[in-house]
C-alpha cells in the first residue's frame, strides 16, 4: 500500500537519509552504498542516481583524469582514444552530477554533486590539455670534444656549434652512440630522501613542458655561440649533470624573475656565478626576455668581483634563463649601489690553485657561520664532499681548526657563491651524521661532479 513503511518506496527514503547523515559524518563509502541501495528499491529517484554518480567520482583516483572520469580502461573501447566520445561521456556525466528540483532535502548529498562536477570538469580540462600536448621531439647523444661529457639535445640540433656546460669550450654537435643504462647499485632511500626525488622529478616535468612550447628560433638562440649583438646576452648552455636530490633549476624558471630582483650569473671564463644583474624587466613565456644591468664592483668598475661595493651599470637584453644561477642577497645602500657579502647559512667557493692537467682553477667549499664584519670578518667551516654522491657535502671537522675566520683583506680568496641545501636525513639514511649539504652542480667544477 502507498505510505507503508515497508514498501520500497519508503526504504529507498530511509536509505537516502541514512546517506546523507554518511556524507554529513565524511563516510563516503557508506553512503555510496546507501545510495545504491536506494536506486536499486526506487530506480527512479532523481538524487539516487545523483548521490550514486557523485560518489563514484569522489571516490575515483584524483591524480587520474580517466578515473575522475569514470572512463573505462578497456584499451579497445571508442573512450580510450576517441575525443569526440570521451566529450560526449563527460557532457552525459555532468548531465547526471545536477541534482534536481528534489535535492533540496539533501544538502549534503547537494554539496557533494557540485564537487563532484568541479573534479569532472578539472579532470576533463587535463585530459584535454595532456591529449593536445605535442609529442616530445626525437633525441640524439652528443659530447664535448673538450671534456668528452656526454648530453642529449633535441636532434633538429645535430650539427650545431654548441658550448660545454663543465669545460665552456665550444664544439661541433655530433651524433655518438647514448650511454649504456646505468647499474642498479644504489643503496636503498629513506623516505626523506624519496620525496626529495620526487620533488626533483617534478622539476624536471615542468621544465619538458616549457621546453616543448619554446620554437624553433628561440631554442637556437638558446643554444648556438653569440658572434655579434654586443647588447645582447644570449645562453650557449647545455644541460648539466643531475643533481642528487634537490631541483635547483625550479629556483630559476621564468616565473621567478621579478622586477627590483639581484641575480648571480654565469661568466665566461670558468662558467662559475660571479657575476650580478639587476633585473629591470622580465617578460615571460614562449620569448623570454629580460632587460639587466650589470653590477660593477667599486670603485675599479670591474664585473666578476663577488663581494663588496656595486653600482648599476650598462643595460643588455638577456633571452634565456640559463644564463642565471641565483638571487643574491643583498643590501640596497642607495638608490643605484648595493653590498654583497656572504649571508649566515650560505655556501661559497674560495680559489684553492689550480688542476695541475686541465690548468682550471681549483676550490675549497666552505659554510659560513656568522654575518660579515668589517672589524672581525666572518667565520666559517670547511665542507668536504660525501662518497658516493654527486653534489653532496658535509663539515670537514679538524678538531681546534673546524671554525676558521675570513679577515677583511682575505675577501679576495672568494669566487663565488654556489646555492646549497640542506639534506634531510631519515633513521636509515645513507648519509654521513652531521648537516650534510646538496650543492648546485651548475656551480661545481666538472672535477668534482663523479659519484
Known amino acids: 500500500?502507498?505510505?507503508?513503511?515497508?514498501?520500497?518506496?519508503?526504504?529507498?527514503?530511509?536509505?537516502?537519509?541514512?546517506?546523507?547523515?554518511?556524507?554529513?559524518?565524511?563516510?563516503?563509502?557508506?553512503?555510496?552504498?546507501?545510495?545504491?541501495?536506494?536506486?536499486?528499491?526506487?530506480?527512479?529517484?532523481?538524487?539516487?542516481?545523483?548521490?550514486?554518480?557523485?560518489?563514484?567520482v569522489l571516490l575515483a583516483d584524483a591524480g587520474s583524469p580517466r578515473a575522475t572520469l569514470l572512463l573505462p580502461e578497456d584499451p579497445k573501447s571508442s573512450l580510450a582514444s576517441d575525443p569526440d566520445a570521451i566529450?560526449?561521456?563527460?557532457?552525459?556525466?555532468?548531465?547526471?552530477?545536477?541534482?534536481?528540483?528534489?535535492?533540496?532535502?539533501?544538502?549534503?548529498?547537494?554539496?557533494?554533486?557540485q564537487e563532484a562536477l568541479r573534479r569532472a570538469a578539472d579532470a576533463y580540462a587535463a585530459l584535454k590539455e595532456e591529449r593536445e600536448a605535442p609529442p616530445p621531439p626525437p633525441t640524439f647523444w652528443t659530447a664535448c670534444a673538450g671534456c668528452r661529457l656526454l648530453h642529449e639535445f633535441d636532434r633538429q640540433y645535430v650539427g650545431f656549434r654548441l658550448t660545454c656546460p663543465s669545460c665552456r669550450r665550444s664544439f661541433l654537435a655530433a651524433e655518438v652512440p647514448p650511454p649504456p643504462p646505468p647499474k642498479k647499485h644504489k643503496p636503498e632511500k629513506t623516505l626523506a630522501e624519496m620525496q626529495l626525488q620526487l620533488a626533483?622529478?617534478?622539476?624536471?616535468?615542468?621544465?619538458?613542458?616549457?621546453?616543448?612550447?619554446?620554437?624553433?628560433?628561440?631554442?637556437?638562440?638558446?643554444?648556438?655561440?653569440?658572434?655579434?649583438?654586443?647588447?645582447?646576452?644570449?645562453?650557449?648552455?647545455?644541460?648539466?649533470?643531475?643533481?642528487?636530490?634537490?631541483?635547483?633549476?625550479?629556483?630559476?624558471?621564468?616565473?621567478c624573475f621579478k622586477r627590483g630582483q639581484v641575480w648571480a650569473l654565469y661568466g665566461d671564463d670558468d662558467g662559475m656565478p660571479r657575476h650580478y644583474a639587476l633585473?629591470?624587466?622580465?617578460?615571460?613565456?614562449?620569448?623570454?626576455?629580460?632587460?639587466?644591468?650589470?653590477?660593477?664592483?667599486?670603485?675599479?668598475?670591474?664585473?666578476?668581483?663577488?663581494?663588496?661595493a656595486f653600482k648599476v651599470g650598462r643595460e643588455v637584453t638577456v633571452h634565456s634563463v640559463?644564463?642565471?644561477?641565483?638571487?643574491v642577497a643583498c643590501e640596497k645602500?642607495?638608490?643605484?649601489?648595493?653590498?654583497?657579502?656572504?649571508?649566515?647559512?650560505?655556501?661559497?667557493?674560495?680559489?684553492?690553485?689550480?688542476?695541475?692537467?686541465?690548468?682550471?682553477?681549483?676550490?675549497?667549499?666552505?659554510?659560513?657561520?656568522?654575518?660579515?664584519?668589517?672589524?672581525?670578518?666572518?667565520?666559517?667551516?670547511?665542507?668536504?664532499?660525501?662518497?658516493?654522491?654527486?653534489?653532496?657535502?658535509?663539515?670537514?671537522?679538524?678538531?681546534?681548526?673546524?671554525?676558521?675566520?675570513?679577515?677583511?683583506g682575505d675577501v679576495g680568496l672568494l669566487s663565488h657563491q654556489t646555492p646549497a641545501r640542506k639534506v634531510s636525513k631519515g633513521e636509515a639514511s645513507t648519509l654521513p651524521p652531521g648537516d650534510c649539504w646538496e650543492l648546485d652542480p651548475a656551480s661545481l667544477p666538472a672535477e668534482l661532479l663523479h659519484a
Not at 97 to 102: A, I, N, S, T
Not at 284 to 306: M, T
Open 200 to 255: 626533483k622529478r617534478k622539476g624536471k616535468d615542468q621544465r619538458a613542458a616549457q621546453s616543448s612550447s619554446s620554437d624553433d628560433s628561440d631554442e637556437q638562440s638558446e643554444l648556438e655561440v653569440p658572434e655579434e649583438e654586443p647588447d645582447s646576452y644570449h645562453s650557449g648552455q647545455m644541460a648539466v649533470e643531475d643533481s642528487d636530490f634537490y631541483n635547483f633549476d625550479a629556483d630559476r624558471m621564468e616565473k
Open 333 to 408: 645602500v642607495a638608490r643605484e649601489a648595493y653590498r654583497v657579502y656572504p649571508k649566515k647559512g650560505s655556501v661559497w667557493a674560495l680559489y684553492a690553485g689550480e688542476y695541475i692537467d686541465t690548468g682550471r682553477p681549483k676550490y675549497d667549499f666552505v659554510v659560513f657561520l656568522s654575518g660579515y664584519s668589517e672589524v672581525h670578518g666572518i667565520s666559517f667551516g670547511y665542507l668536504e664532499k660525501v662518497e658516493g654522491f654527486r653534489s653532496i657535502f658535509t663539515r670537514r671537522e679538524i678538531g681546534v681548526r673546524a671554525v676558521q675566520y675570513l679577515r677583511e
Open 87 to 113: 566529450r560526449r561521456h563527460y557532457k552525459s556525466l555532468s548531465r547526471s552530477l545536477r541534482p534536481g528540483d528534489g535535492a533540496s532535502s539533501y544538502p549534503a548529498a547537494a554539496a557533494a554533486a
Open 279 to 308: 633585473v629591470e624587466t622580465a617578460l615571460p613565456g614562449r620569448q623570454f626576455r629580460a632587460q639587466i644591468r650589470w653590477l660593477e664592483h667599486q670603485p675599479d668598475g670591474k664585473e666578476g668581483k663577488p663581494c663588496g
Open 1 to 56: 500500500m502507498p505510505g507503508d513503511a515497508s514498501s520500497p518506496t519508503s526504504t529507498a527514503a530511509a536509505a537516502l537519509a541514512q546517506a546523507e547523515a554518511d556524507l554529513s559524518a565524511g563516510r563516503l563509502r557508506a553512503a555510496q552504498r546507501q545510495a545504491r541501495r536506494a536506486a536499486r528499491l526506487d530506480p527512479g529517484s532523481a538524487v539516487a542516481s545523483v548521490l550514486l554518480a557523485a560518489t563514484s
Open 322 to 327: 640559463n644564463v642565471f644561477s641565483h638571487l
